[in-house]
């Protein structure tokens, strides 16, 4: 089981990113797929994740309007479109897959396997 997250760099506020997660050893079709962050000096928390039972998503609340969660299952690899970047958006962000994740009404529930975690991808949004 590997995730491979990439896409990240250094982009300038008002900029766009695309990250990417392949997958490989394991059926993404039956993964909940999530995108989460951590800052530094601060908690991971969820940015946005699509439940594999129903294709309901969550989104924080500070990225809405602005990223976009999508999966191919056919390519094995689930992605987020990030425009509008701001500096609060500078993070560490990883891809997570689960069998049994939920996107809640308030955050991602259920992404608890590590071993579905993928390493992260370092997004720096500066002037």
């Known amino acids: 089981v590997q995730l491979q997250a990439s896409g990240g760099g250094l982009v300038q506020p008002g900029g766009s990113l695309r990250l990417s997660c392949a997958a490989s050893?394991?059926?993404?079709?039956?993964?909940?797929i999530g995108w989460f962050r951590q800052a530094l000096g601060k908690e991971r928390e969820a940015v946005s994740c699509i439940s594999n039972t129903d294709d309901s998503t969550y989104y924080a609340d500070f990225v809405k309007g602005r990223f976009t969660i999508s999966r191919d299952n056919a390519r094995k690899t689930m992605y987020l479109q990030m425009n509008s970047l701001k500096p609060e958006d500078t993070a560490t962000y990883y891809c997570?897959?689960?069998?049994?994740?939920?996107?809640?009404?308030?955050?991602?529930?259920?992404?608890?396997?590590?071993?579905?975690w993928g390493k992260g991808t370092q997004v720096t949004v500066s002037s």
């Open positions: 050893g394991f059926t993404l079709d039956d993964h909940a």
């Open positions: 997570a897959t689960d069998p049994h994740g939920v996107a809640g009404r308030f955050d991602c529930y259920g992404f608890d396997d590590k071993d579905y």
